[in-house]
């Protein structure tokens, strides 16, 4: 994990000066990975290679993993680093949300004055002034 988010965090700033290396990083992410940790694979020997332990993985995988990690380089090259990652301070609110919706938590008045210091907070972030 930590040497994905270090390749991530190199490769991040040369997006704009190369468009074609968000679509180049995640095989290279994962080749790296896979040969710089070759014994995470030890424990897939273990496991029993079902129908849906197959389908799970490919679409853990591909679907979900793949395709964020395609927007989310698109985002920052469209609209740049600073404005696509406010994206993470509202990572509280939706965990916030789905816990409410999933896992029947409680929201209490402190979670509304989170909310809205969070949302008080990126509107704060993303004004831009009028100039004269």
Not at 25 to 31: F, T, Y
Not at 48 to 62: H, W
Not at 117 to 129: F, H, K, Q
Request: hydrophobic share 50%; aromatic share 14%.
């Amino acid at each position: 994990m930590a040497w994905m988010l270090l390749m991530y965090s190199v490769s991040s700033p040369k997006f704009h000066l190369t468009p074609s290396v968000p679509h180049k990083m995640p095989s290279l992410i994962s080749s790296s990975g896979g040969i710089l940790f070759p014994r995470l694979y030890e424990t897939a020997l273990f496991v029993e290679f079902d129908t849906k332990t197959v389908s799970s993985i490919l679409y853990v995988g591909v679907f979900a993993s793949l395709s964020a990690f395609v927007l989310w380089n698109k985002a920052i090259v469209t609209v740049g680093p600073s404005k696509a990652g406010m994206i993470y301070y509202t990572l509280p609110l939706f965990s916030g949300l789905l816990a409410y919706l999933f896992l029947k938590e409680d929201i209490g008045i402190i979670h509304f004055y989170s909310a809205l210091l969070i949302v008080s907070g990126i509107l704060t972030a993303n004004y831009e002034s009028k100039k004269v």
